[in-house]
Structure formats: C-alpha cells, structure tokens
T-cell receptor
Framework: GAGVSQSPSNKVTEKGKDVELRCDPI?????LYWYRQRLGQGLEFLIY????????KSGLPSDRFSAERTGESVSTLTIQRTQQEDSAVYLC?????????????FGPGTRLTVT | AQSVAQPEDQVNVAEGNPLTVKCTYS??????LFWYVQYPNRGLQFLLK??????LVKGSYGFEAEFNKSQTSFHLKKPSALVSDSALYFC?????????????FGRGTSLIVHP
C-alpha cells in the first residue's frame, strides 16, 4: 500500500519568506509526528497529532513554526519568516493508533534550504 | 524523563564480519524499544522492536537485537554484514502506558561496511 508521502521533496527559499510543507500519512493512521533533522544530527521532535485531540506542540522551536492537521489526514507544517538555521530535512511520520507499542512509518522528508 | 544513548558516532566493519550497533536507554518502567535505519536521502525505515516477551528480537534484513534490562541496553546485531547495510541507524525508546506517546531517538550511528 501507499506509504507516507511528503511534498515538496526539496524547497529552496530566501531568508524571510514563509514556507509550507505537506505530509500525507498512511490512510487510517491516527497519530502523526513532525521531526527536524539537521545535517549530521539526530531527530528533533517538533509536534504530535493524535486524532481529534489537541496537538502536542512542545517541540516547536519558536512561534514562527506552526502545524495543522485536518482530522486524521493531511498535515501542513508552516515556517514563517524563515531563517538560515531552519535549513534541515523535515520528516513526517505516522502510526496506526495511539497505542505506543506501534512503530512509526516515515516519509522521505522535505529538504529545506534557506538562502 | 526518557533518554537514549548511542555511544558510537560511527561503526566500521568488514563485509562478512558480525556487526554490533550499541544503544542504551533510561526510562521509568519497562520500555518499548525500536531500531530504525536511514539510507542516504531517505526517511527512516522500521527494523525491529521490543515490546515484551523474548529478549532476543528478530527483524528485517537479518538484523536482531537483544533487550538487556539489567544493563538497560538494546544493541543491534547482525551475524554477517553486507556492504548494503551501510546506513545510519537510530535507536528509539517509548515509556510504557501512562507515558508520552512521543518517542525519544538517539543521535544515530553511521554504519560503514567495507568490501
């Protein structure tokens, strides 16, 4: 079946511009996560959605970052007034239920470059 | 708070030799443990998990991992390495029920298998 998809695969933007990244989770997966991976670094948690519950935004690094999810489908991560330090790969992952034993399924990521 | 340590940034092994990628964790209660692999320019891919039961867990591509509660470790192993195993490997931990649904990832270990 289809996996997690993300778009665009690559995004180059000028400093100060806003960007929107999209994630399509696997159908039926209620949990959705966003991570940031800087070059040569591990995964940095950004935000977690679970069904219709309020999202866990504890990982968002600043108020320039926001995310939305429509029900249990598509999610968008928005970065306003981008800075060079925002350059990274942004990964989205989904899980089938809220059961914490379930593994995550990752998308291929969006590589963001801020010039 | 939960944490994961991958003490080696890089592991080098000759093709055909056994490999071990180390992971230790800290969490309250019994953990749920995961290994993921990331090939170049790809998202993370699930390898295996420990939830309960047999301490030796077998996963994809001939990998296995052993849960050791007394040493709080979950090392990834493979009896005979392949050049195609060269990738970035991440260990992750989630606490059991009542804890956060957000897993904590290690910083990753780069595995290089030499022909």
């Amino acid at each position: 079946g289809a996996g997690v998809s993300q778009s665009p695969s690559n995004k180059v933007t000028e400093k100060g511009k806003d960007v929107e990244l999209r994630c399509d989770p696997i159908s039926g997966h209620t949990a959705l996560y966003w991570y940031r991976q800087r070059l040569g670094q591990g995964l940095e948690f950004l935000i977690y959605f679970q069904g219709n519950s309020a999202p866990d935004k504890s990982g968002l690094p600043s108020d320039r970052f926001s995310a939305e999810r429509t029900g249990e489908s598509v999610s968008t991560l928005t970065i306003q007034r981008t800075q060079q330090e925002d350059s990274a790969v942004y990964l989205c992952a989904s899980s089938p239920t809220s059961g914490i034993s379930y593994e995550q399924y990752f998308g291929p990521g969006t590589r963001l470059t801020v010039t | 708070a939960q944490s994961v340590a991958q003490p080696e940034d890089q592991v080098n092994v000759a093709e055909g030799n056994p490999l071990t990628v180390k992971c230790t964790y800290s969490v309250s209660g019994n953990p749920y443990l995961f290994w993921y692999v990331q090939y170049p320019n790809r998202g993370l891919q699930f390898l295996l998990k420990y939830i309960t039961g047999d301490n030796l867990v077998k996963g994809s591509y001939g990998f296995e991992a052993e849960f050791n509660k007394s040493q709080t470790s979950f090392h990834l192993k493979k009896p005979s390495a392949l050049v195609s195993d060269s990738a970035l490997y991440f260990c992750a931990v989630r606490p059991p029920s009542g804890g956060s649904y957000i897993p904590t990832f290690g910083r990753g270990t780069s595995l290089i298998v030499h022909p």
